[in-house]
T-cell receptor, first 113, second 110 residues
Framework: EPEVTQTPSHQVTQMGQEVILRCVPISNHLYFYWYRQILGQKVEFLVSFYNNEISEKSEIFDDQFSVERPDGSNFTLKIRSTKLEDSAMYFC???????????FGPGTRLTVT | TQLLEQSPQFLSIQEGENLTVYCNSSSVFSSLQWYRQEPGEGPVLLVTVVTGGEVKKLKRLTFQFGDARKDSSLHITAAQPGDTGLYLCAVMDSSYKLIFGSGTRLLVRP
């Protein structure tokens, strides 16, 4: 069964460093998302992406964040200068056109020290 | 922003018992999804309900969408330890992003 994959599973970085989180969405899906979940809190939306551009972004998704689909399969989230409060699980999700169901990857645990 | 309230927040039951968890809002939704999440993993989609009054069954899990499409319930029959996890409801807003509830954390004791 097709699934969303994410790498790395765990990333430890120092405050101020840049990180890139990678995702491979399900192959026939056209809508892509990043969500994050701080430990013990709700899953919250960061950004949606369609047709090679951002569709919507949340207040969390400030100038330090960017997304890219560099080729036909990968979807990346970059944090330019990480802060302690960026520590969280980051989930990539995708869905097919005209379908409600979003499928999530296993997540990347980002720890900023 | 729609607010989803899930209840109870925590539920600890004995294996073999039945349980129901709830997802409520004051807003009307075109669809609602239930996910299950285990620690350190991503949410796994269980079901999508679309029609008011709809009932869907997935083995021992029964999902219901309220007639007015403002609320939903998940009923588990004869719970097993493997059902342990965080059960999340989520709705898709007009821009196709998901809004999640806080979840019900279920523990099924052997």
């Amino acid at each position: 069964e097709p699934e969303v994959t994410q790498t790395p599973s765990h990333q430890v970085t120092q405050m101020g460093q840049e990180v890139i989180l990678r995702c491979v969405p399900i192959s026939n899906h056209l809508y892509f998302y990043w969500y994050r979940q701080i430990l013990g809190q709700k899953v919250e939306f960061l950004v949606s992406f369609y047709n090679n551009e951002i569709s919507e972004k949340s207040e969390i998704f400030d100038d330090q964040f960017s997304v890219e689909r560099p080729d036909g399969s990968n979807f990346t989230l970059k944090i330019r200068s990480t802060k302690l409060e960026d520590s969280a699980m980051y989930f990539c999700a995708s869905n097919a056109p005209l379908e409600y169901e979003q499928y999530f990857g296993p997540g990347t645990r980002l720890t900023v020290t | 922003t729609q607010l989803l309230e899930q209840s109870p927040q925590f539920l600890s039951i004995q294996e073999g018992e039945n349980l129901t968890v709830y997802c409520n809002s004051s807003s009307v939704f075109s669809s609602l999804q239930w996910y299950r999440q285990e620690p350190g993993e991503g949410p796994v989609l269980l079901v999508t309900v679309v029609t008011g009054g709809e009932v869907k069954k997935l083995k021992r899990l029964t999902f219901q969408f309220g007639d007015a499409r403002k609320d939903s319930s998940l009923h588990i029959t004869a719970a097993q330890p493997g059902d342990t996890g965080l059960y999340l409801c989520a709705v898709m807003d007009s821009s196709y992003k998901l809004i999640f509830g806080s979840g019900t954390r279920l523990l099924v004791r052997p």
